[in-house]
């Protein structure tokens, strides 16, 4: 694995701050079964069956199954899993472009799965919007246009519509490009105008299902870390669907691992890595460098007896990666804190110990 992929950014997690005690995404119980009779399924001892289970016995598939999680403001959250895990059907029963068979989802406190056709137009148009692997760009419309046509969907003037269409276009580095058609354009470059169009409506919460999927490796992680400039810069609250684990541990403040419908395990990248929930987490991060995703949190010791405590400060969210040179460099044990509170001390050998350890066969 390219140590260079993941890359995440322990700054960039760390100024994560919640806006208020209401998330921007709340998902409870949701379930979507497909097949004959799905309906019946609920609230029986079916529903409790195996997919694989259900399927023979039914004829149906439970696609998403009793999943609950939240979303804070301002957060990544990714949705990862193999293909046929849920993960694409999840982020559809989101903006209800699949209705669900049970459960509530909530975006920025409004009811998505309780709104009438003309609230959830309004929802979709206002609150959120999504970045899809095939582009979807309008091809007998310039960029610019291309840009401005959620606005222009809102019933927005054209003035105002072109002006903001044209900040997104400098947003996501298109300067130049305002009059190009998206035929003209590299894949890269298309994405770009599909992130500027989500991003001209100014949502509440932006929806990436699996979007750079399609692009060469090279371009993928020039996206990413697109992705990751404009989330500095706008601070939206992201929820990004991907197969990728590298992705996954790149982009996300969090990450929710599916297997066959159902969560596997939600946690940071560091926790992910360092406690896998079974077997099938412990696979997927079987060869992630974890230097690259820990962080001091998972190196720290306590002091020695006798040992001496003047050594340099860290906090305790620093990745191990980002955190070693000056480990290394100094002559006593960095000190660890989280916030004001003192958790211990890591010093060259607690470091090299991580480092060793993913060299190791």
Known sequence: MSASVIEPTSSRRA????????????????WKIFG??????????????????LQ?????????????FEVARGEVFVVMGLSGSGKSTLVRLLTRLIEPSAGTVTIDGEDVTQASKTKLRTLRRNHMAMVFQQFGL?????????????????????????????EMVDLVGLSGYERSFPDQLSGGMQQRVGLARALAVDP??????????????LIRRDMQNEVCRLHEEVGKTMIFI???????????????????????????????????????VRDFVSEVPRSH????????????????????????????????????????????????????????????RVVVAEEAP
């Open 242 to 280: 991907t197969h990728d684990l590298q992705e996954a541990l790149k982009l996300g403040d969090r990450i929710l691992i599916m297997r066959d419908g159902e969560i596997v395990q939600i946690g940071t990248p560091a926790e992910v890595v360092a406690n896998p929930a079974d077997d099938y």
């Open 138 to 166: 309008l091809p007998h419309r310039k960029v610019i246009d291309n840009v401005a046509y959620g606005l222009e969907v809102r019933g927005e003037g054209k003035a105002a519509r072109l002006a903001r269409a044209q």
């Open 293 to 352: 995703v820990l962080t001091l949190r998972y190196v720290v010791r306590p002091p020695r007896p006798g040992e001496e405590l003047d050594g340099p400060v860290m906090q305790a969210d620093r990745i191990v990666r980002d955190a070693a040179q000056q480990v290394l460099r100094s002559s006593q044990p960095v000190r660890v804190f989280d916030g004001e509170d003192f958790l211990g001390v890591v010093d060259d050998d607690d470091i090299l």
């Open 56 to 68: 023979s016995k039914t004829g149906c598939l439970a696609a998403v199954k009793d999943v609950s």
């Open 15 to 30: 100024a994560r701050q919640e806006d208020g005690n209401r998330p921007a995404l709340k998902v409870e119980g949701l």
């Open 204 to 217: 509440e919460v932006l929806l990436f299902d699996e979007p750079f999927s399609a692009l060469d490796p």
């Open 36 to 53: 004959p009779k799905a309906d019946k399924i609920l609230g029986t001892p079916d529903a409790q069956l195996s997919r694989k289970e």
